[in-house]
């Protein structure tokens, strides 16, 4: 990509590049007593997490490619040195990669972009919950993606993920699963960009360890610096697992409102146990205020980020890009029917992103979170609360 | 090394270089039901593993080398991130490397081998126990390997491997040990290879932690998709010890075949206890059927890959290189006599490897193995089973 | 820097390198047999430690710099991956570097040095355990550093280390503190140079964990091979910790001396709780035997390493550069009219260090400690005790 570093042979049979993802959050919470009985979690006033480090490293010997990325970042607490990718993949064909390895296999409209390109500092709720069935950062992947003008196809057959059986000595046998997405885009003009897609994946088998079969989904307030997940279920003795949705995005102009919606379906492994049902979607615009407005993007199958027109130059009364941002989101992990009650987690979010030259950004998110109540010890009549999280962001 | 990219300063006083050695293994087991009264194990029908994810990054002022490989791979299950070496070298004089520092020591024909050319997929399991005495990944080394055309030595006096005082706090003594590998070609011709040599290796002291000083080699199926070893002796009060044994190989036209033979023997530090004696062997051929042979390398004192003649490119009816090989490994970590049953494992290998072009390579191994019993419980009554693993692996 | 592998753009807009700093450390411990009661402590006779395995990479765009440093080496035991820094740094005022993210904000004489350039193997012990109060490796970091010809000045908001929240889950707020270094350079000439200056930190708030807010500071004996803390105290209930101390340094000719004293005050979040005082201090001598003695580093606002005038080359009486250290270095973690009894420790060290060419360099120290009893198991009665380390080093 441009601005990562490379060298080739003359004959342009190799090339090797490095890149980076830095971002590195700041912030903290508000607003987060407890109610009686309750203990706090963890939400701190003020802290800190490296989100990504990320060193893309690139090998290619003529139309076959090695990737792979070391990533020193953590979702929710920093400290943790692991792996992002580590992939062999194979570009002979136009339009075409096919991939065999650790990868994030391209599913879910949000999750199909760059995170160096998030409109806000993280997934909407429901997306990551939905990713981790069978796809998520570094899971085993064996597929291939497929785009053109006017439409875009990936499917990806996938096992675990790296460090599923190392972090965890008792499991004795992985998951299978697969993934899909399909997108078009029905009516291209110069103002408008119409995008509609479906996302579906499946974990066929669940990981087996001393535990058994289980599901168990979680997810935290959308700012990542607490380990603390709010609304947390746990479905025992399962069978196959599957979410899928659809995918609507539109750019007017400057402005791009994309939303999607999952329902998740848990099968059971044993006879009379009900199928459980969770939920959950997400609505959010985006308004590039400076600079070239987000475009869409038909490798990624999703608007990519804003372009900055000139570097920021106070003195010279350059800015670089800004736009501002605003979601709704909700992930529900209540089953009552099925006598599951993980909480149901609603987020309303604010956001702000300036550019003052391609490679750097900073981001500042508001988010104001309604909780309801579930069985954790921190969360036993529902939760309320608020965080402001800046990221600093590099990317090369 | 061919295709490692590499930045040197005008003046050759400089040099930087980048490689990667990425090994992705993907596979399971089958037929292994436990014995009545034995626990299964972990035995997954089909899994992932990261087998090594090496990037070698060279620093070279003058005749001074600092070579520093980080590791994202697991010989077993993944999620693991540490380090292969970290070593600093001078190469003043001719045809000889002068190493200190973290480092694998030549020593055995199989380990002298980079994995990377490894004619299956894993070690034989007593090249494996036998190297872990002393030698093995990242172990503290001092020493020096000088190579001629028709003979070679190293010699390395070791100490801990990487890690061994941060995994475990309670380590108040480290090991300090000696490896030696001599090794000569009595017979070369257009048609005919032949190796002949010896290794030698020693813990002097093994590591003392609160358990006293303890020496405990054990060993998986040569799969690495699993953390379950079958086979496993512990042995307390350990004085010395020691491994010694005889290589053998030759190539006759296409036709590669190697063995070994080593025996390992336990002193104890305590009076009236006796010496502990295990061995094993193996017997491994490999023909290649496309492509270049494989050829000694003098600067390994073992045979290299095989070389691809022109890149696979089935519209031009070229195929790149293929070989098959087969083996038969014995690893005996039993000594009825000195009170000690670790089991006894017996291997079958079969297997091929396909390289597309130069820095690619497929690699499927079928293994049945024969375990006898001892007291670990999913080992109650004995084990049989076999695996199925493919690897893909790039290198540059 | 000079060395640092570099690739950058024919505009000079963007620029890429990546660096080396590697420290193996071999030694250990005599003469420390425990007193009556006295359990042993670790203190192998012959171990060794990788102390430093950092790869500092660099993206540059423009005025922007994103520097980030993996790391393999660890100050006590090896085996850990961890990160030295990851920060964004703005570049775009003259003689300054404004930086955000994770960082070691330079404060104390000692730790303004690179470790590459340390006359002797370990900071002293007041230095070390000041410096960890609000400051040390990987402390998310937000401030500036300003250098002059005779005046530096440096000051930094500091957060959290680098793993704090992922290393121990029941951390529910976050440390926040700040850093100042001012120094001067009141006269110099060519045989003389003067160094004074102050530093001063503080942890506003300590981290809250499950144990409170609490101080605990600790150190081992000035030599990185075993993870055991002869002296050690530990401050619960704690409010504002600070430390501050002067610094001096004088240079003539070939011999430089430096010197610090620090105290530090502990202050109780609970009422009638004692303030609790520690302190510390140490002086060393340096004299550069062979080569280019050390010289004063404006931008640093220390003493820099000393300068290699010809590699080593004994045919031509070339022996690159040598030098002599000794230091007494003492820190007292004993406040007994505050009831913290953490003990006294006094190192007497000499050292002697090799640099065959600018980029290498062999180092050897020995230390003899005596330290006072506290109520650790292995210090009931106080310790004596010596070491030997030496150290390999390549620096790029």
Redesign the interface.
């Known amino acids: 990509p441009r601005?990562r570093?490379t060298?080739a042979s003359a004959d342009a049979a190799?090339a090797?590049s490095?890149g980076?993802a830095?971002h590195?959050d700041?912030g903290g919470f508000f607003g987060m007593s407890p109610r009686p009985g309750e203990t706090?979690?963890?939400?701190?006033?003020?802290?800190?997490?490296?989100r990504r480090?990320r060193?893309p490293?690139s090998?290619r010997?003529?139309n076959?490619i090695?990737n792979?990325t070391?990533d020193?970042g953590?979702s929710?607490?920093?400290?943790?040195?692991?792996?992002y990718e580590?992939?062999?993949n194979y570009t002979g064909f136009s339009h075409t990669y096919v991939t065999?390895?650790?990868f994030q296999p391209r599913v879910t409209f949000y999750d199909s972009q760059s995170s160096n390109n998030f409109q806000m500092l993280e997934r909407p709720g429901i997306t990551n919950i939905v990713r981790n069935i069978a796809a998520g950062d570094s899971r085993?992947s064996a597929g291939a993606l497929h785009y053109e003008k006017r439409w875009w196809i990936a499917g990806y057959f996938t096992?675990?993920s790296?460090?599923?059986?190392?972090?965890d000595?008792?499991?004795?046998?992985?998951q299978?699963g697969a993934t899909l997405r399909v997108a078009g885009r029905p009516y291209i003009s110069k103002n408008v960009d119409i995008h509609v897609g479906i996302s579906a994946l499946s974990a066929f088998k669940t990981t087996q360890n001393s535990a058994g079969r289980r599901y168990s989904p979680g997810e935290a307030t959308e700012a990542g610096l607490t380990?603390t997940k709010l609304i947390s279920a746990t479905v025992s003795n399962t069978g196959p697992v599957w979410a899928a949705g659809p995918e609507l995005g539109l750019r007017w102009r400057r402005l791009i409102m994309i939303g999607e919606y999952y329902h998740i379906g848990v099968q059971r492994s044993e006879r009379g146990l009900p199928v459980v049902n969770f939920d959950g979607y997400y609505g959010e615009a985006t308004y590039t205020i400076l600079g070239k407005p987000r475009a869409y993007d038909i490798r990624q199958g999703a608007f990519s980020a804003p372009g900055v027109e000139a570097?920021f130059d106070p003195q010279h009364g350059q800015w670089g890009a800004l736009e501002v941002s605003g979601r709704y989101s909700v992930a529900d992990l209540n089953d009552l029917s099925a006598g599951i009650r993980g909480g149901k987690q609603t987020v309303w979010a604010g956001g702000v992103n300036w550019y003052?030259?391609?490679?750097?950004r900073v981001m500042l998110d508001y988010n104001h979170f309604i909780v309801t109540r579930n069985q954790l010890p921190y969360n036993i009549s529902g939760r309320n609360g608020n965080s402001v999280v800046t990221r600093?962001q590099?990317a090369?």
Chains 1, 2, 3 share one sequence.
């Not at 000595?169 to 992985?174: K, P």
């Not at 003052?356 to 750097?360: G, K, L, Q, V």
């Open positions: 601005g570093f060298i190799y090797f490095v980076l830095l590195e700041i706090k979690g963890n939400f701190p006033g003020l802290t800190q997490n490296l480090l060193l490293v090998f010997y003529k076959w090695a792979v070391p020193w953590s929710s607490s920093d400290g943790k040195v692991s792996l580590a992939n062999i065999v390895g650790y085993f096992g675990q790296y460090g599923t059986r190392g972090n000595s008792t499991v004795s046998d992985s299978t380990g570097d003052p030259n391609r490679h750097f600093l590099a090369f």
